[in-house]
């Protein structure tokens, strides 16, 4: 199913991660790498692949990953599958892209196993199996691979290639939330606060959210800033709650961006401030929030923060109602 790939092209782009290099010198790797020590091979490869401390080239990459991944280390399996599947360094062949992810995957190696769901789901080098893919995404998250448990939980969550079931969502989020991953941690939260999977509990909502918004998650920071709005599993404080969007409003979240400047606006957790309002309802706008271009056409059209100008406010306007907005289709026809 399209969902499905969709979601697995999600985990592929997530799953990959910047290489952590050993300190040591590029001489002392090579020279253990000619002794054929597989551990010194493989971070060779890594250096040339990403041009760390050598200039980078991606057929010697290929090379060492090859030397390690014969002699069984399954994160040069993988990444040599890598090369092969995007053909970077090698020729492009899924096939044998394939064969070396089975080799880590059989070391229970999750990467791999990631890999080989996405090439189930795409039918890259194999028949297209939706059910193979997913077959292959549990086993990581049985695994203990985390980004396979969030997006087995989105999959459940969403009904995405699979029936719709929040019971299995909320485990599998809640599994990886135990891990300490911020993504989990903030889906089991709005499990808790829909009461989907979870007995409706505004007071555990919040629980999960602050511990995803104190790692830095921008949408748990966003979360963290409604509950305090809206007086929602903790008592309302408009302070707290501008703290809070702030912090996701800084991390680019538009809607954080759009509550802020109403917070602004309406001077509530902060000194009123109409040009701040303003700056924040830009921003969102700019990003496409349809409720901001609507908010920043209203400031354009009284005259709030910014000089008064109804054609600025008509294009706002326009903006949002080509997104839905009714408001906006309503201000729009009241010019």
């Known amino acids: 199913m399209k969902k499905l790939l969709a979601i697995l092209l999600f985990i592929l782009s997530t799953a990959a991660a910047v290489p952590v290099l050993p300190a040591d010198s590029v001489d002392e790797i090579r020279k253990s790498a000619e002794q054929g020590d597989k551990a010194s091979q493989f971070s060779l490869g890594q250096r040339y692949e990403a041009g760390k401390d050598v200039e980078r080239d991606l057929k010697k ?17 993988t990444n040599l599958g890598n090369l092969y599947r995007a053909g970077r360094g090698v020729d492009k062949d899924y096939g044998e892209a394939m064969r070396w992810y089975r080799k880590a995957a059989d070391q229970g190696d999750t990467r791999a196993m990631i890999n080989i769901a996405m090439m189930y789901a795409s039918g890259q080098g194999v028949d297209k199996d939706d059910a193979e893919g997913l077959k292959w995404l549990e086993k990581a998250a049985g695994a203990g691979d985390t980004q396979a448990m969030v997006n087995l939980g989105t999959l459940y969550k969403t009904g995405k290639g699979v029936v719709k079931n929040y019971d299995l969502s909320t485990q599998w989020f809640a599994l990886a939330a135990a891990k300490g991953d911020p993504v989990a941690q903030h889906n089991l939260g709005l499990s808790y606060f829909d009461g989907e999977g979870n007995k409706k509990d505004y007071a555990e909502s919040v629980k999960w959210h602050r511990k995803a918004a ?14 305090y709005d809206k007086g929602q599993g903790v008592k309302q404080d408009y302070s707290e709650a501008a703290r809070w969007y702030e ?3 800084r991390h680019g979240h538009p809607s954080a961006q759009n509550n802020l400047g109403l917070l602004y606006r309406d001077g509530k957790g902060v000194k009123q401030d109409y040009s701040a309002a303003c700056d924040w309802f830009r921003k969102a706008a700019e990003r496409g929030n349809r409720t901001a271009q609507f908010n920043l056409g209203n400031m354009y059209l009284k005259g709030m923060g910014v000089k008064k100008d109804l054609q600025e406010a008509r294009r706002w306007f326009t903006k949002a109602a080509e997104q839905g907005h009714k408001g906006a289709r309503k201000a729009l026809d009241s010019m």
């Open 214 to 227: 104190e790692k830095g998650y921008p949408p748990a920071e966003y979360s963290m800033g409604l509950r």
């Open 61 to 77: 990459a290929a090379d060492w990953y090859r030397k390690a991944a014969l002699q069984g280390n399954n994160k040069a399996q």
């Open 247 to 249: 912090k996701a409003a």
